[in-house]
């Protein structure tokens, strides 16, 4: 019975290892997670750091690599610290990816959430009217995430992003917000209503008028004929 049960355990690692890994190209980054799903910890962590440390890896590459060297070193019953490294490092290449909890054992899913809840930040932003456009900005990678208020942005790395607020007939909010390492955070926005100038005021055709003139002008180059 008990050759019996380690015949499918093993049918199940094996199982577990191939369904992972077939869409990791690297094949040292593979041996070291099918060495992981084998329980030959000690033999996965020399693999996968010597992929770390010797070749030239994809971030989505470095990042398993990291990932399963500090599942290892939990599975070995080493200091958490070391697998506490390994995780911040994975996170930071890609801090917002999520664990496969059909493959990865929960234990371990929740181990490297806890790192990751205390290693980033959360933003949670309301406005006044609702359905408002947000634009999330990380000026140093110069990219932009949007979303419709009430907006939640999750797992971002402790830094100073640029924050723009936008609704039709109100005026665009711009802010800066120093987002901190395992803290959520809130923003409430009140736009401000965009006045008519004057001529819009007293007759709600101006502004089309104008606008019209202002194309006629540039397609005609000014000529009265």
């Known amino acids: 019975m008990n050759r019996h049960l380690k015949k499918m355990w093993l049918v199940l690692c094996c199982w577990m290892s191939l369904a992972f890994c077939q869409n990791i190209s690297h094949e040292t980054v593979n041996r070291g997670i099918e060495a992981f799903f084998m329980a030959n910890f000690d033999q996965a962590i020399q693999i996968l750091q010597s992929a770390i440390i010797d070749h030239m890896l994809s971030e989505e590459e470095r990042f398993y690599a990291h990932l399963y060297t500090g599942f290892s070193h939990?599975?070995?019953?080493?200091?958490?610290e070391i697998a506490r490294s390994h995780f911040q490092q994975a996170i930071t290449l890609d801090p917002r990816k999520d664990l496969d909890r059909t493959i990865i054992p929960p234990d371990l899913c929740d181990a490297y959430d806890a790192v990751r809840n205390s290693?980033?930040?959360?933003?949670?932003?309301?406005?006044?009217p609702h359905n408002a456009t947000v634009m999330l900005i990380e000026p140093k990678k110069n990219q932009i995430e949007r979303q419709r208020t009430p907006a939640i942005y999750a797992h971002l790395p402790e830094k100073s992003y640029q924050i723009l607020v936008t609704h039709e007939g109100y005026e665009i909010f711009s802010s800066r917000i120093e987002v901190l390492a395992g803290v959520s955070d809130t923003m409430h926005v009140t736009l401000t209503p965009k006045r008519k100038s004057l001529l819009g005021r007293y007759w709600p055709y101006g502004a089309g008028v104008l606008a019209l003139s202002a194309v006629f002008v540039a397609v005609t180059g000014g000529s009265g004929d």
């Open 119 to 128: 290693t980033l930040g959360c933003l949670f932003i309301t406005s006044e």
């Open 74 to 80: 939990i599975r070995q019953g080493d200091d958490f």
